[in-house]
Every structure is written in C-alpha cells, then in structure tokens.
C-alpha cells in the first residue's frame, strides 16, 4: 500500500511517500518522479516520515535516478525517515550517494 | 428341443392368418352348400365367429410385429403404408366388380359359391386395411408418449378386444345395445384423434405429401364401407355376416376419423408452418453456436455461424460486421448479399444518424442493447445494430439491412440478442481457452527455468577439516535472484559469497545467472575482496538493467592463518558469533550496492576489513528475504531474532543452526502466510 502525495513549496517539489515501498508499487513512486523530472522541477525533496518500508526495487528507483539528476542539475534530497528505512538506505550504501537529512528545515538549509 | 426361437414371428403370424382365413372360407362354404342344398350342415354360427375372432387376433398380430419393426418415427412412411394398403384394398375391390361387370347375368356370375370366395375377400382385404391403420394410427398418437395417453390407448385397445367378441352377445343383430357400443367406442376414438403431435414437425413438402396421402386413406376408407354395405344387403348369398361386427364398424370410424383430422389439421397447418421449421433453425443455430467453443475452432467461425443465423432468423437483406481491432482500426468482415459501393453509402447513412452516435456513447458495454434504426436510403429502409461485448469489452458490432421499413419485429430482435450473446460467449471461452493453454506453456517453460536456475546453485559447498558449511535458497516465485557460491584457492584459501538481486522472479533471475558468471571468472584472479567488489561492479554496471542492482557479500577465508578478510557492498550485515564470549555481531564494513554507481568511483565506496577467528565461531549469511519476512501484524522478522537465535543455539552443528533459522522463521510468518521474497541463508562453524 503506497500514497503519493505531490506538495508544491515555493521551488521545491515534495514527495510525500506514506505506506511500504514493494516490487508491485515501486512502478508509482518513479512515474511520480519522472513526471516531476519532466515538469522541470529543479528540486525535489522526499518526505519519508510515513514510509514504513521499502524494499530493494524501491531502492532501485532512487538509484537509476541519481546519474540523470546529476547530469542535469536536479537536487533530490530525503529527510524525515525512519530509523528502520534510514537502515536499508546506510546498509545499501545508499546514503553516501543521495542526501539524507533528518527533517525539513535541514534538507531546505543545505543548498 | 425344436428351434423355436429362430422362428420368424412375422412369417408365422401371416401364415396363422392365411390359415384362418381358409378355415373360416371352408366353415361358410360348406355351411352355404347345406343352405342351398337343403340340408343342416350342423355348423353352429358361433364356430364362424370364433374363426373370425382368430382371424382379427392373428392380422393383428402379423401388423403390430411388422410395423414396429420397419419404421422408427417416419412419419410419411407410416402415412404411406396405410395409404398403400388402402388402395389395394380398394383396387382389388374395383376389379372384382369389374369382373362382374363383365360377367354380366351369365350364369358364372349368380354362382353363390364364387360370390361367396369373393365375398370373404373383400372381409379379409378390408380387415388387414382397417387393422394395419388403426396400428399406424397408434404410432403417430403415441408419438409423444404420456402416462395418460398410453392408458387411453389401452382402454381403447382392451375395449376393441371386447368388441370382438359382442357378436356372442347380441347374436349380430343390429339393435340398441350395438348403437351403445358403437357410440362409446367412437367416442373414445374421437378422443385419441386428437393426439396429432406429429404434424407440426413435417417440413412444408412432407405436408403436401402426407396430405395427398391421408385423402387416399379418406377415399379408400369411404369406398371400402360403401362397399361393405352392398354386401350387407345381400343377406340371401352369405348365410353368416362377418362386415357387421363392431371390432370393424369401430375401426371403421376410428381410421376415417383420424384420417380426416390429420388431414384437416395438417391442412391448416401449412400455412404455419414455415414458422415452426423457422423455430427449429434457429434452434439449431444456438446449438451450433454454443458447440463452436473449441479450441481448434477459430473466432471467425463463430462469427460466420452468428452472421448467418441472425441473417436467417430475421430475413434480413443485407449484413457485416465492424470489428474494432487495437488502434482504433475498424475491419469490415463477412459482408453478406450487399456490392462494396452499397456498403460505403450504408455505412455513411448509419455512422452519421443521430441514435447511432448516441448509442455508441454509451460508456458501459454491458447497458448496450440492440438498436433499430430507419435508414435514410433508396433501397435499404431499416437496420438493426448488435454490440458485440466481449469480457465487459465492445469488440465490434453487427449490423443488418432490410429493404423494408420497421422490418425487425421484436420476436426477431429477441433472438438475435440471443444469438448476439451466445457467440460473444462463444469468443470469450475461446480466448479464456487460449490463454490457459498459453499459461500452461509458460508455466512449462518457468520449471525449465527454474530446474536450470537450481543447476546454478552449487550442490557442493568447497571446505576443509577448518569449518563446516550448509547453505539453503528457496524461491518466491519459480525463478528468483539469490546467489551463494563457494570456491576453493589453494590448500588453505577458500571462497565464499553472498548475493542479492534487487526484485525478484524472472528478470532476477537472469542477473542472477550473469552475476555466477562473472563471480566465477573474477574469482579465479586471486583479487582481494575489495579489488573483487570493484570488478564485479564494473562488469554488472554494464550488463545489469538501470533500475536494478545486487548486494554481495564476499569472504576469504585463511584456515592456516585462521584469518578472514571481508567485504560487503550493499549486503546485510553477516552475523558473526563469539565463542569464547558467547556474543554475536554483525560486520558492518562500508560498502555500496553493486551496480548503483556504474563508474570510477565505486572505488571510493567500499571497504575491505581484515579479523581473525577463534575455533567454535559461526558466520551467518544471509539476504534480505528472511530480515523482512513478516508475520501476521506485519512485523518484521529482522536481525535481532537471527540473532537471539544463534546466541542460544551456537553449540549446535551448522546443519541444525540452518534448521532452527528455518523452522523459527516459518513459525514467526504463521501457518498460512507466505514469504514473498527469496531467502537464503549460509551458515559456517569454525573447528
């Protein structure tokens, strides 16, 4: 079960992800990505205070994301997730390619 | 024992009757030789009656035999049979009063003797007519065979036997208790008539047949009692009536009744009955719908037999089909009795009229009914337009085309509704049928699959007297993307390794294979666990999908120096348990996933961790399938139960350790509950 809720602050995109992250939804999280890619968002933050789970192919949005959004200059940034999901993220290795902030206010300082 | 059984029963019983027949011939003969001569031939007139009585039991006999046998339910045949035995019946009467004629008053034609011969004759002639049709009668009132049917016919039968023998009674006379009889049986026979089933399934010629027919049966049945009454009144010549019996005066009345009955309903059938034969196609044609299921049957088949039927059952002039195909690409198929250019000025008439454009609006396929339409052409007044829905799903429409106004009624569009929904069932079994035999060749396939993909796994874990080892992987789906592996360096240096593709089932499966490849080429380099993790990374970036990556986990383990050197990228964390201590911890060296960062800086991203081991010491490894296994309130099973598990059990031989992780873990997800990832587990003990 996963709800994808697009906010619109100022010029940052947020994504606020609520529920588990699986094979059969992972699909949903990276056509709301793209489509922020493709709208020409310069930054998107994810929201993961409500994201119980995620599993490795929702790992894999994220990731075949990060040699675009280099390429192209678009910021992502997560914050606000779970020690559990913040575990998958640093046991991936994950967390030393996408920054991770522990909420909002941090994620917008750092620029 | 003489051979009864091989006895013919029809042979016999006409023989009996020939017999009879030349008995009673005799008995009156004599008795007329007496009469004229003057002197009592002591033959009593009940010896006459008697012979008469086995006369009419054994023609009985012979026809009941032989007609049951010959003819199964053809009704014109049966018709005809009576018809045919009639005119002979009748010819032969003709012909002996032609010879009379001839005769003239010579003296051969007052011969008593001869008149008499002729006279049994005509007795014998019209007994076998009467008897035979009242049977042939019987099979066409029996036709369609009820409880109450079958007893009036008995009684009727029981009440003819009784008929036979009233001559004993009222001593052939013709007086009240005759007339009683007579108008009982009558009206028993009038009831029977009316059991005329039969004739609505005669085609529109076996009418006119049967008709033809049954006014021959009239006319012999007329002829042959006229004729009986001129004997009648010829008391003088024939000492003993044999005509007045009420077993022939009732047949008499029962096959000239039924006779004409048939033939009157038959009559006012015909123009009716066009429409009964209508009703039986269209019967017909569902049939043939509902049969063309088969897989081997294709859909245009069923189309064919549906264009047809409806084209039948309404009269129409004209028909096709539109069938929508992906690509909003409209085939014109099984155009029917309509020229190519009529078909474009149709088509342009009903795509731009005002309920057809309403009508196909229509967004829920299911609501769409037929729609009849006047057409604005000069030769087609009126159309009917079927949705054809196909799983909830328009996959076309039929249209059909009368030349004249209002022409489908509602009978007509009922049944072509019918017709509409049987074969759009008809299609949807066909492709449901389909698929589940494709299915069922892909299932074949994926245990192909998953037969080679076990062939990958090893089935022998390289070690020596240093450690034991055990391993076990199992699937979610037929295929998944788990990897262990072992390898043995030299005497002292083996090889383990872990590894994870992200996702599961089939295309898992296939970077599952490509990872044993490039684990076992890389392996044999000698490269140490970092230098390992940098080339396999390299050599995945480039053959793994964009979204996809692998965690692994590699260990090289030195049995003489008991060391082990150890890198992880993007794995879980492998358990290592403390024997002295008794602890367990889990080695956690900085490592990323393989195949997420697909250049040169990977090296950047991975540690390499030497330690050294004490004997007693285990090493679990295992992926991701097990830690997020969950149970019933959606917990997960994670690493510290692993952990507690191990703790309490590290005495145990590695073998048992893999059985309690296993058994523990089917036990936390719950009798029913399925684990939806592949899991694998490794565990090694040191000596």
């Known amino acids: 079960m996963l709800s994808i809720e697009v906010l619109q602050d100022q010029n940052h995109s947020i994504l606020l992800l609520e529920g588990e992250i699986d094979a059969s939804n992972s699909i949903q999280l990276d056509e709301s990505i793209r489509s922020l890619a493709d709208n020409g968002a310069q930054s998107i933050l994810v929201d993961g205070s409500k994201l119980e789970y995620i599993s490795s192919a929702g790992l894999g949005v994220f990731m075949s994301y990060l040699e675009d959004f280099q390429e192209n200059g678009i910021s992502l940034k997560i914050y606000s997730l779970t020690p559990r999901v913040l575990e998958v993220f640093k046991i991936l290795g994950l967390d030393q390619l996408i920054s991770i902030f522990p909420d909002k206010t941090t994620a917008l300082r750092e620029d | 024992m003489p051979k009864l059984p091989n006895l013919n029963i029809g042979k016999l019983s006409f023989l009996l009757a020939i017999l009879v027949w030349l008995a009673l011939l005799f008995v009156d003969l004599v008795r007329l030789f007496g009469t004229i001569n003057e002197i009592d031939s002591g ?40 018809a045919s035995t009639g005119i002979f019946a009748s010819g032969s009467m003709i012909l002996i009063d032609l010879f009379y004629q001839v005769l003239g008053d010579s ?42 049917v079958v007893k009036q016919w008995q009684t009727f039968e029981f009440a003819q036997l009784l008929a036979m023998f009233f001559i004993f009674f ?29 004739i609505p ?69 015909l123009p009716t009955s066009s429409v009964f034969e209508q009703k039986l196609t269209e019967a017909i044609n569902f049939q043939r719908l509902s049969q063309s299921i088969k897989p081997e049957e294709s859909e245009e088949q069923v189309l064919d037999i ?15 089909l539109e069938l929508q195909h992906e690509s909003s690409h409209t085939e014109i198929s099984n155009l029917r009795f309509l020229e190519q250019d009529t078909l474009e000025e149709l088509r342009k008439v009903i795509n731009s ?11 829920k396929p299911e609501n769409l009914g037929l729609l009849a339409i006047r057409l604005a052409h000069p030769k087609f007044e009126s159309a009917l337009i079927a949705p054809l829905v196909v799983n909830k799903e328009i ?20 049944i072509i509704s019918t017709f509409v929904r049987q074969a759009c069932i008809a299609v949807e079994n066909h492709r449901l049928l389909n698929q589940a035999i494709q299915n069922e060749r892909y299932q074949e396939e994926l245990k192909i699959a998953q037969r080679v993909q076990k062939s990958l796994l090893p089935t022998r874990l390289d070690h020596n007297k240093a450690f034991e080892i055990t391993a076990y992987s199992n699937a979610a789906d037929e295929v998944g993307g788990d990897y262990y592996d072992t390898y043995q360096l030299d005497e002292d240096r083996f090889v383990l390794v872990m590894g994870d ?105 991975v540690e390499e961790m030497t330690f050294s081991y004490q004997s007693g010491d285990i090493l679990v490894l295992y992926t991701d399938g097990i830690v997020e296994a969950k149970n019933q309130n959606s917990q997960q099973f994670g690493t510290g139960l692993i952990q507690s598990i191990v703790e309490a059990h590290s005495q145990l031989s590695p073998k048992e350790i893999q059985l309690k992780l296993i058994d523990s873990l089917h036990e936390f997800v719950g009798g029913d509950g399925m684990i939806d990832d592949d899991y694998s587990l490794m565990v090694v003990k040191f000596t």
């Open chain 2, 353 to 363: 009229h005002k309920q057809v454009t309403e009508w196909e609006s229509e967004e």
């Open chain 2, 201 to 269: 399934y005669l085609t529109f010629k076996e009418k006119w047949k049967s008709l033809l027919f049954l006014f021959l049966i009239l006319l012999s049945t007329g002829f042959l009692f006229i004729q009986t009454f001129s004997y009648s009144s010829q008391q003088q010549t024939y000492p003993v009536n044999l005509m007045d019996n009420l077993f022939l005066i009732i047949l008499f009345v029962f096959v000239f009744v039924y006779a004409l009955f048939s033939f009157l309903v038959t009559l006012f059938n």
């Open chain 2, 306 to 320: 549906l264009v047809d039927s409806c084209m039948s059952a309404s009269y129409a002039d004209g028909a096709w």
């Open chain 2, 395 to 414: 996959i076309g429409k039929m249209i059909l085309c009368k030349e004249v106004k209002e022409g489908f009624n509602k009978e007509m569009t009922n």
């Open chain 2, 501 to 605: 593709v992200s996702g599961k089932g089939t295309s898992a499966a296939f970077h599952m294979s490509q990872m044993k490849g490039i684990f076992q080429s890389l392996i044999q380099l000698g490269l140490s666990p970092g230098e390992f993790m940098i080339q396999a990374n390299s050599a995945l970036s480039r053959c793994l999908e964009k979204n996809h990556f692998i965690t692994a986990s590699i260990f090289i383990i030195n049995t003489k120096e008991q060391t082990i050197c150890h890198s992880r990228a993007g794995h879980l964390p492998t358990l290592l348990h403390h024997h002295l201590s008794g602890k367990a911890e889990f080695l956690m060296p900085d490592g990323l996933g393989l195949g997420i960062l697909r250049n040169m800086q990977y090296e950047n991203h």
């Open chain 2, 43 to 82: 033959i009593a007139q009940e010896f006459t009656w008697i012979l008469e009585i086995l006369f009419f039991l054994t023609v009985y006999w012979f026809y009941n035999y032989s007609i049951s046998r010959n003819t199964q339910n053809d009704f014109l045949n049966l018709i005809w049979r009576a």
């Open chain 2, 107 to 148: 003296k051969l034609g007052q011969e008593p003797f001869l008149k008499n011969f002729f006279y049994h004759i005509h007795f014998a002639l019209v007994t076998a007519f009467l008897i035979s049709a009242s049977i042939l009668w019987k099979n066409l009132i029996l036709y369609q065979r009820s409880k109450k």
């Open chain 2, 170 to 198: 009222n001593q052939n006379t013709f007086d009240y208790s005759f007339i009683f009889g007579m108008v009982l049986l009558s009206g028993l026979g009038l009831i029977l008539s009316a059991n005329l089933k039969w």
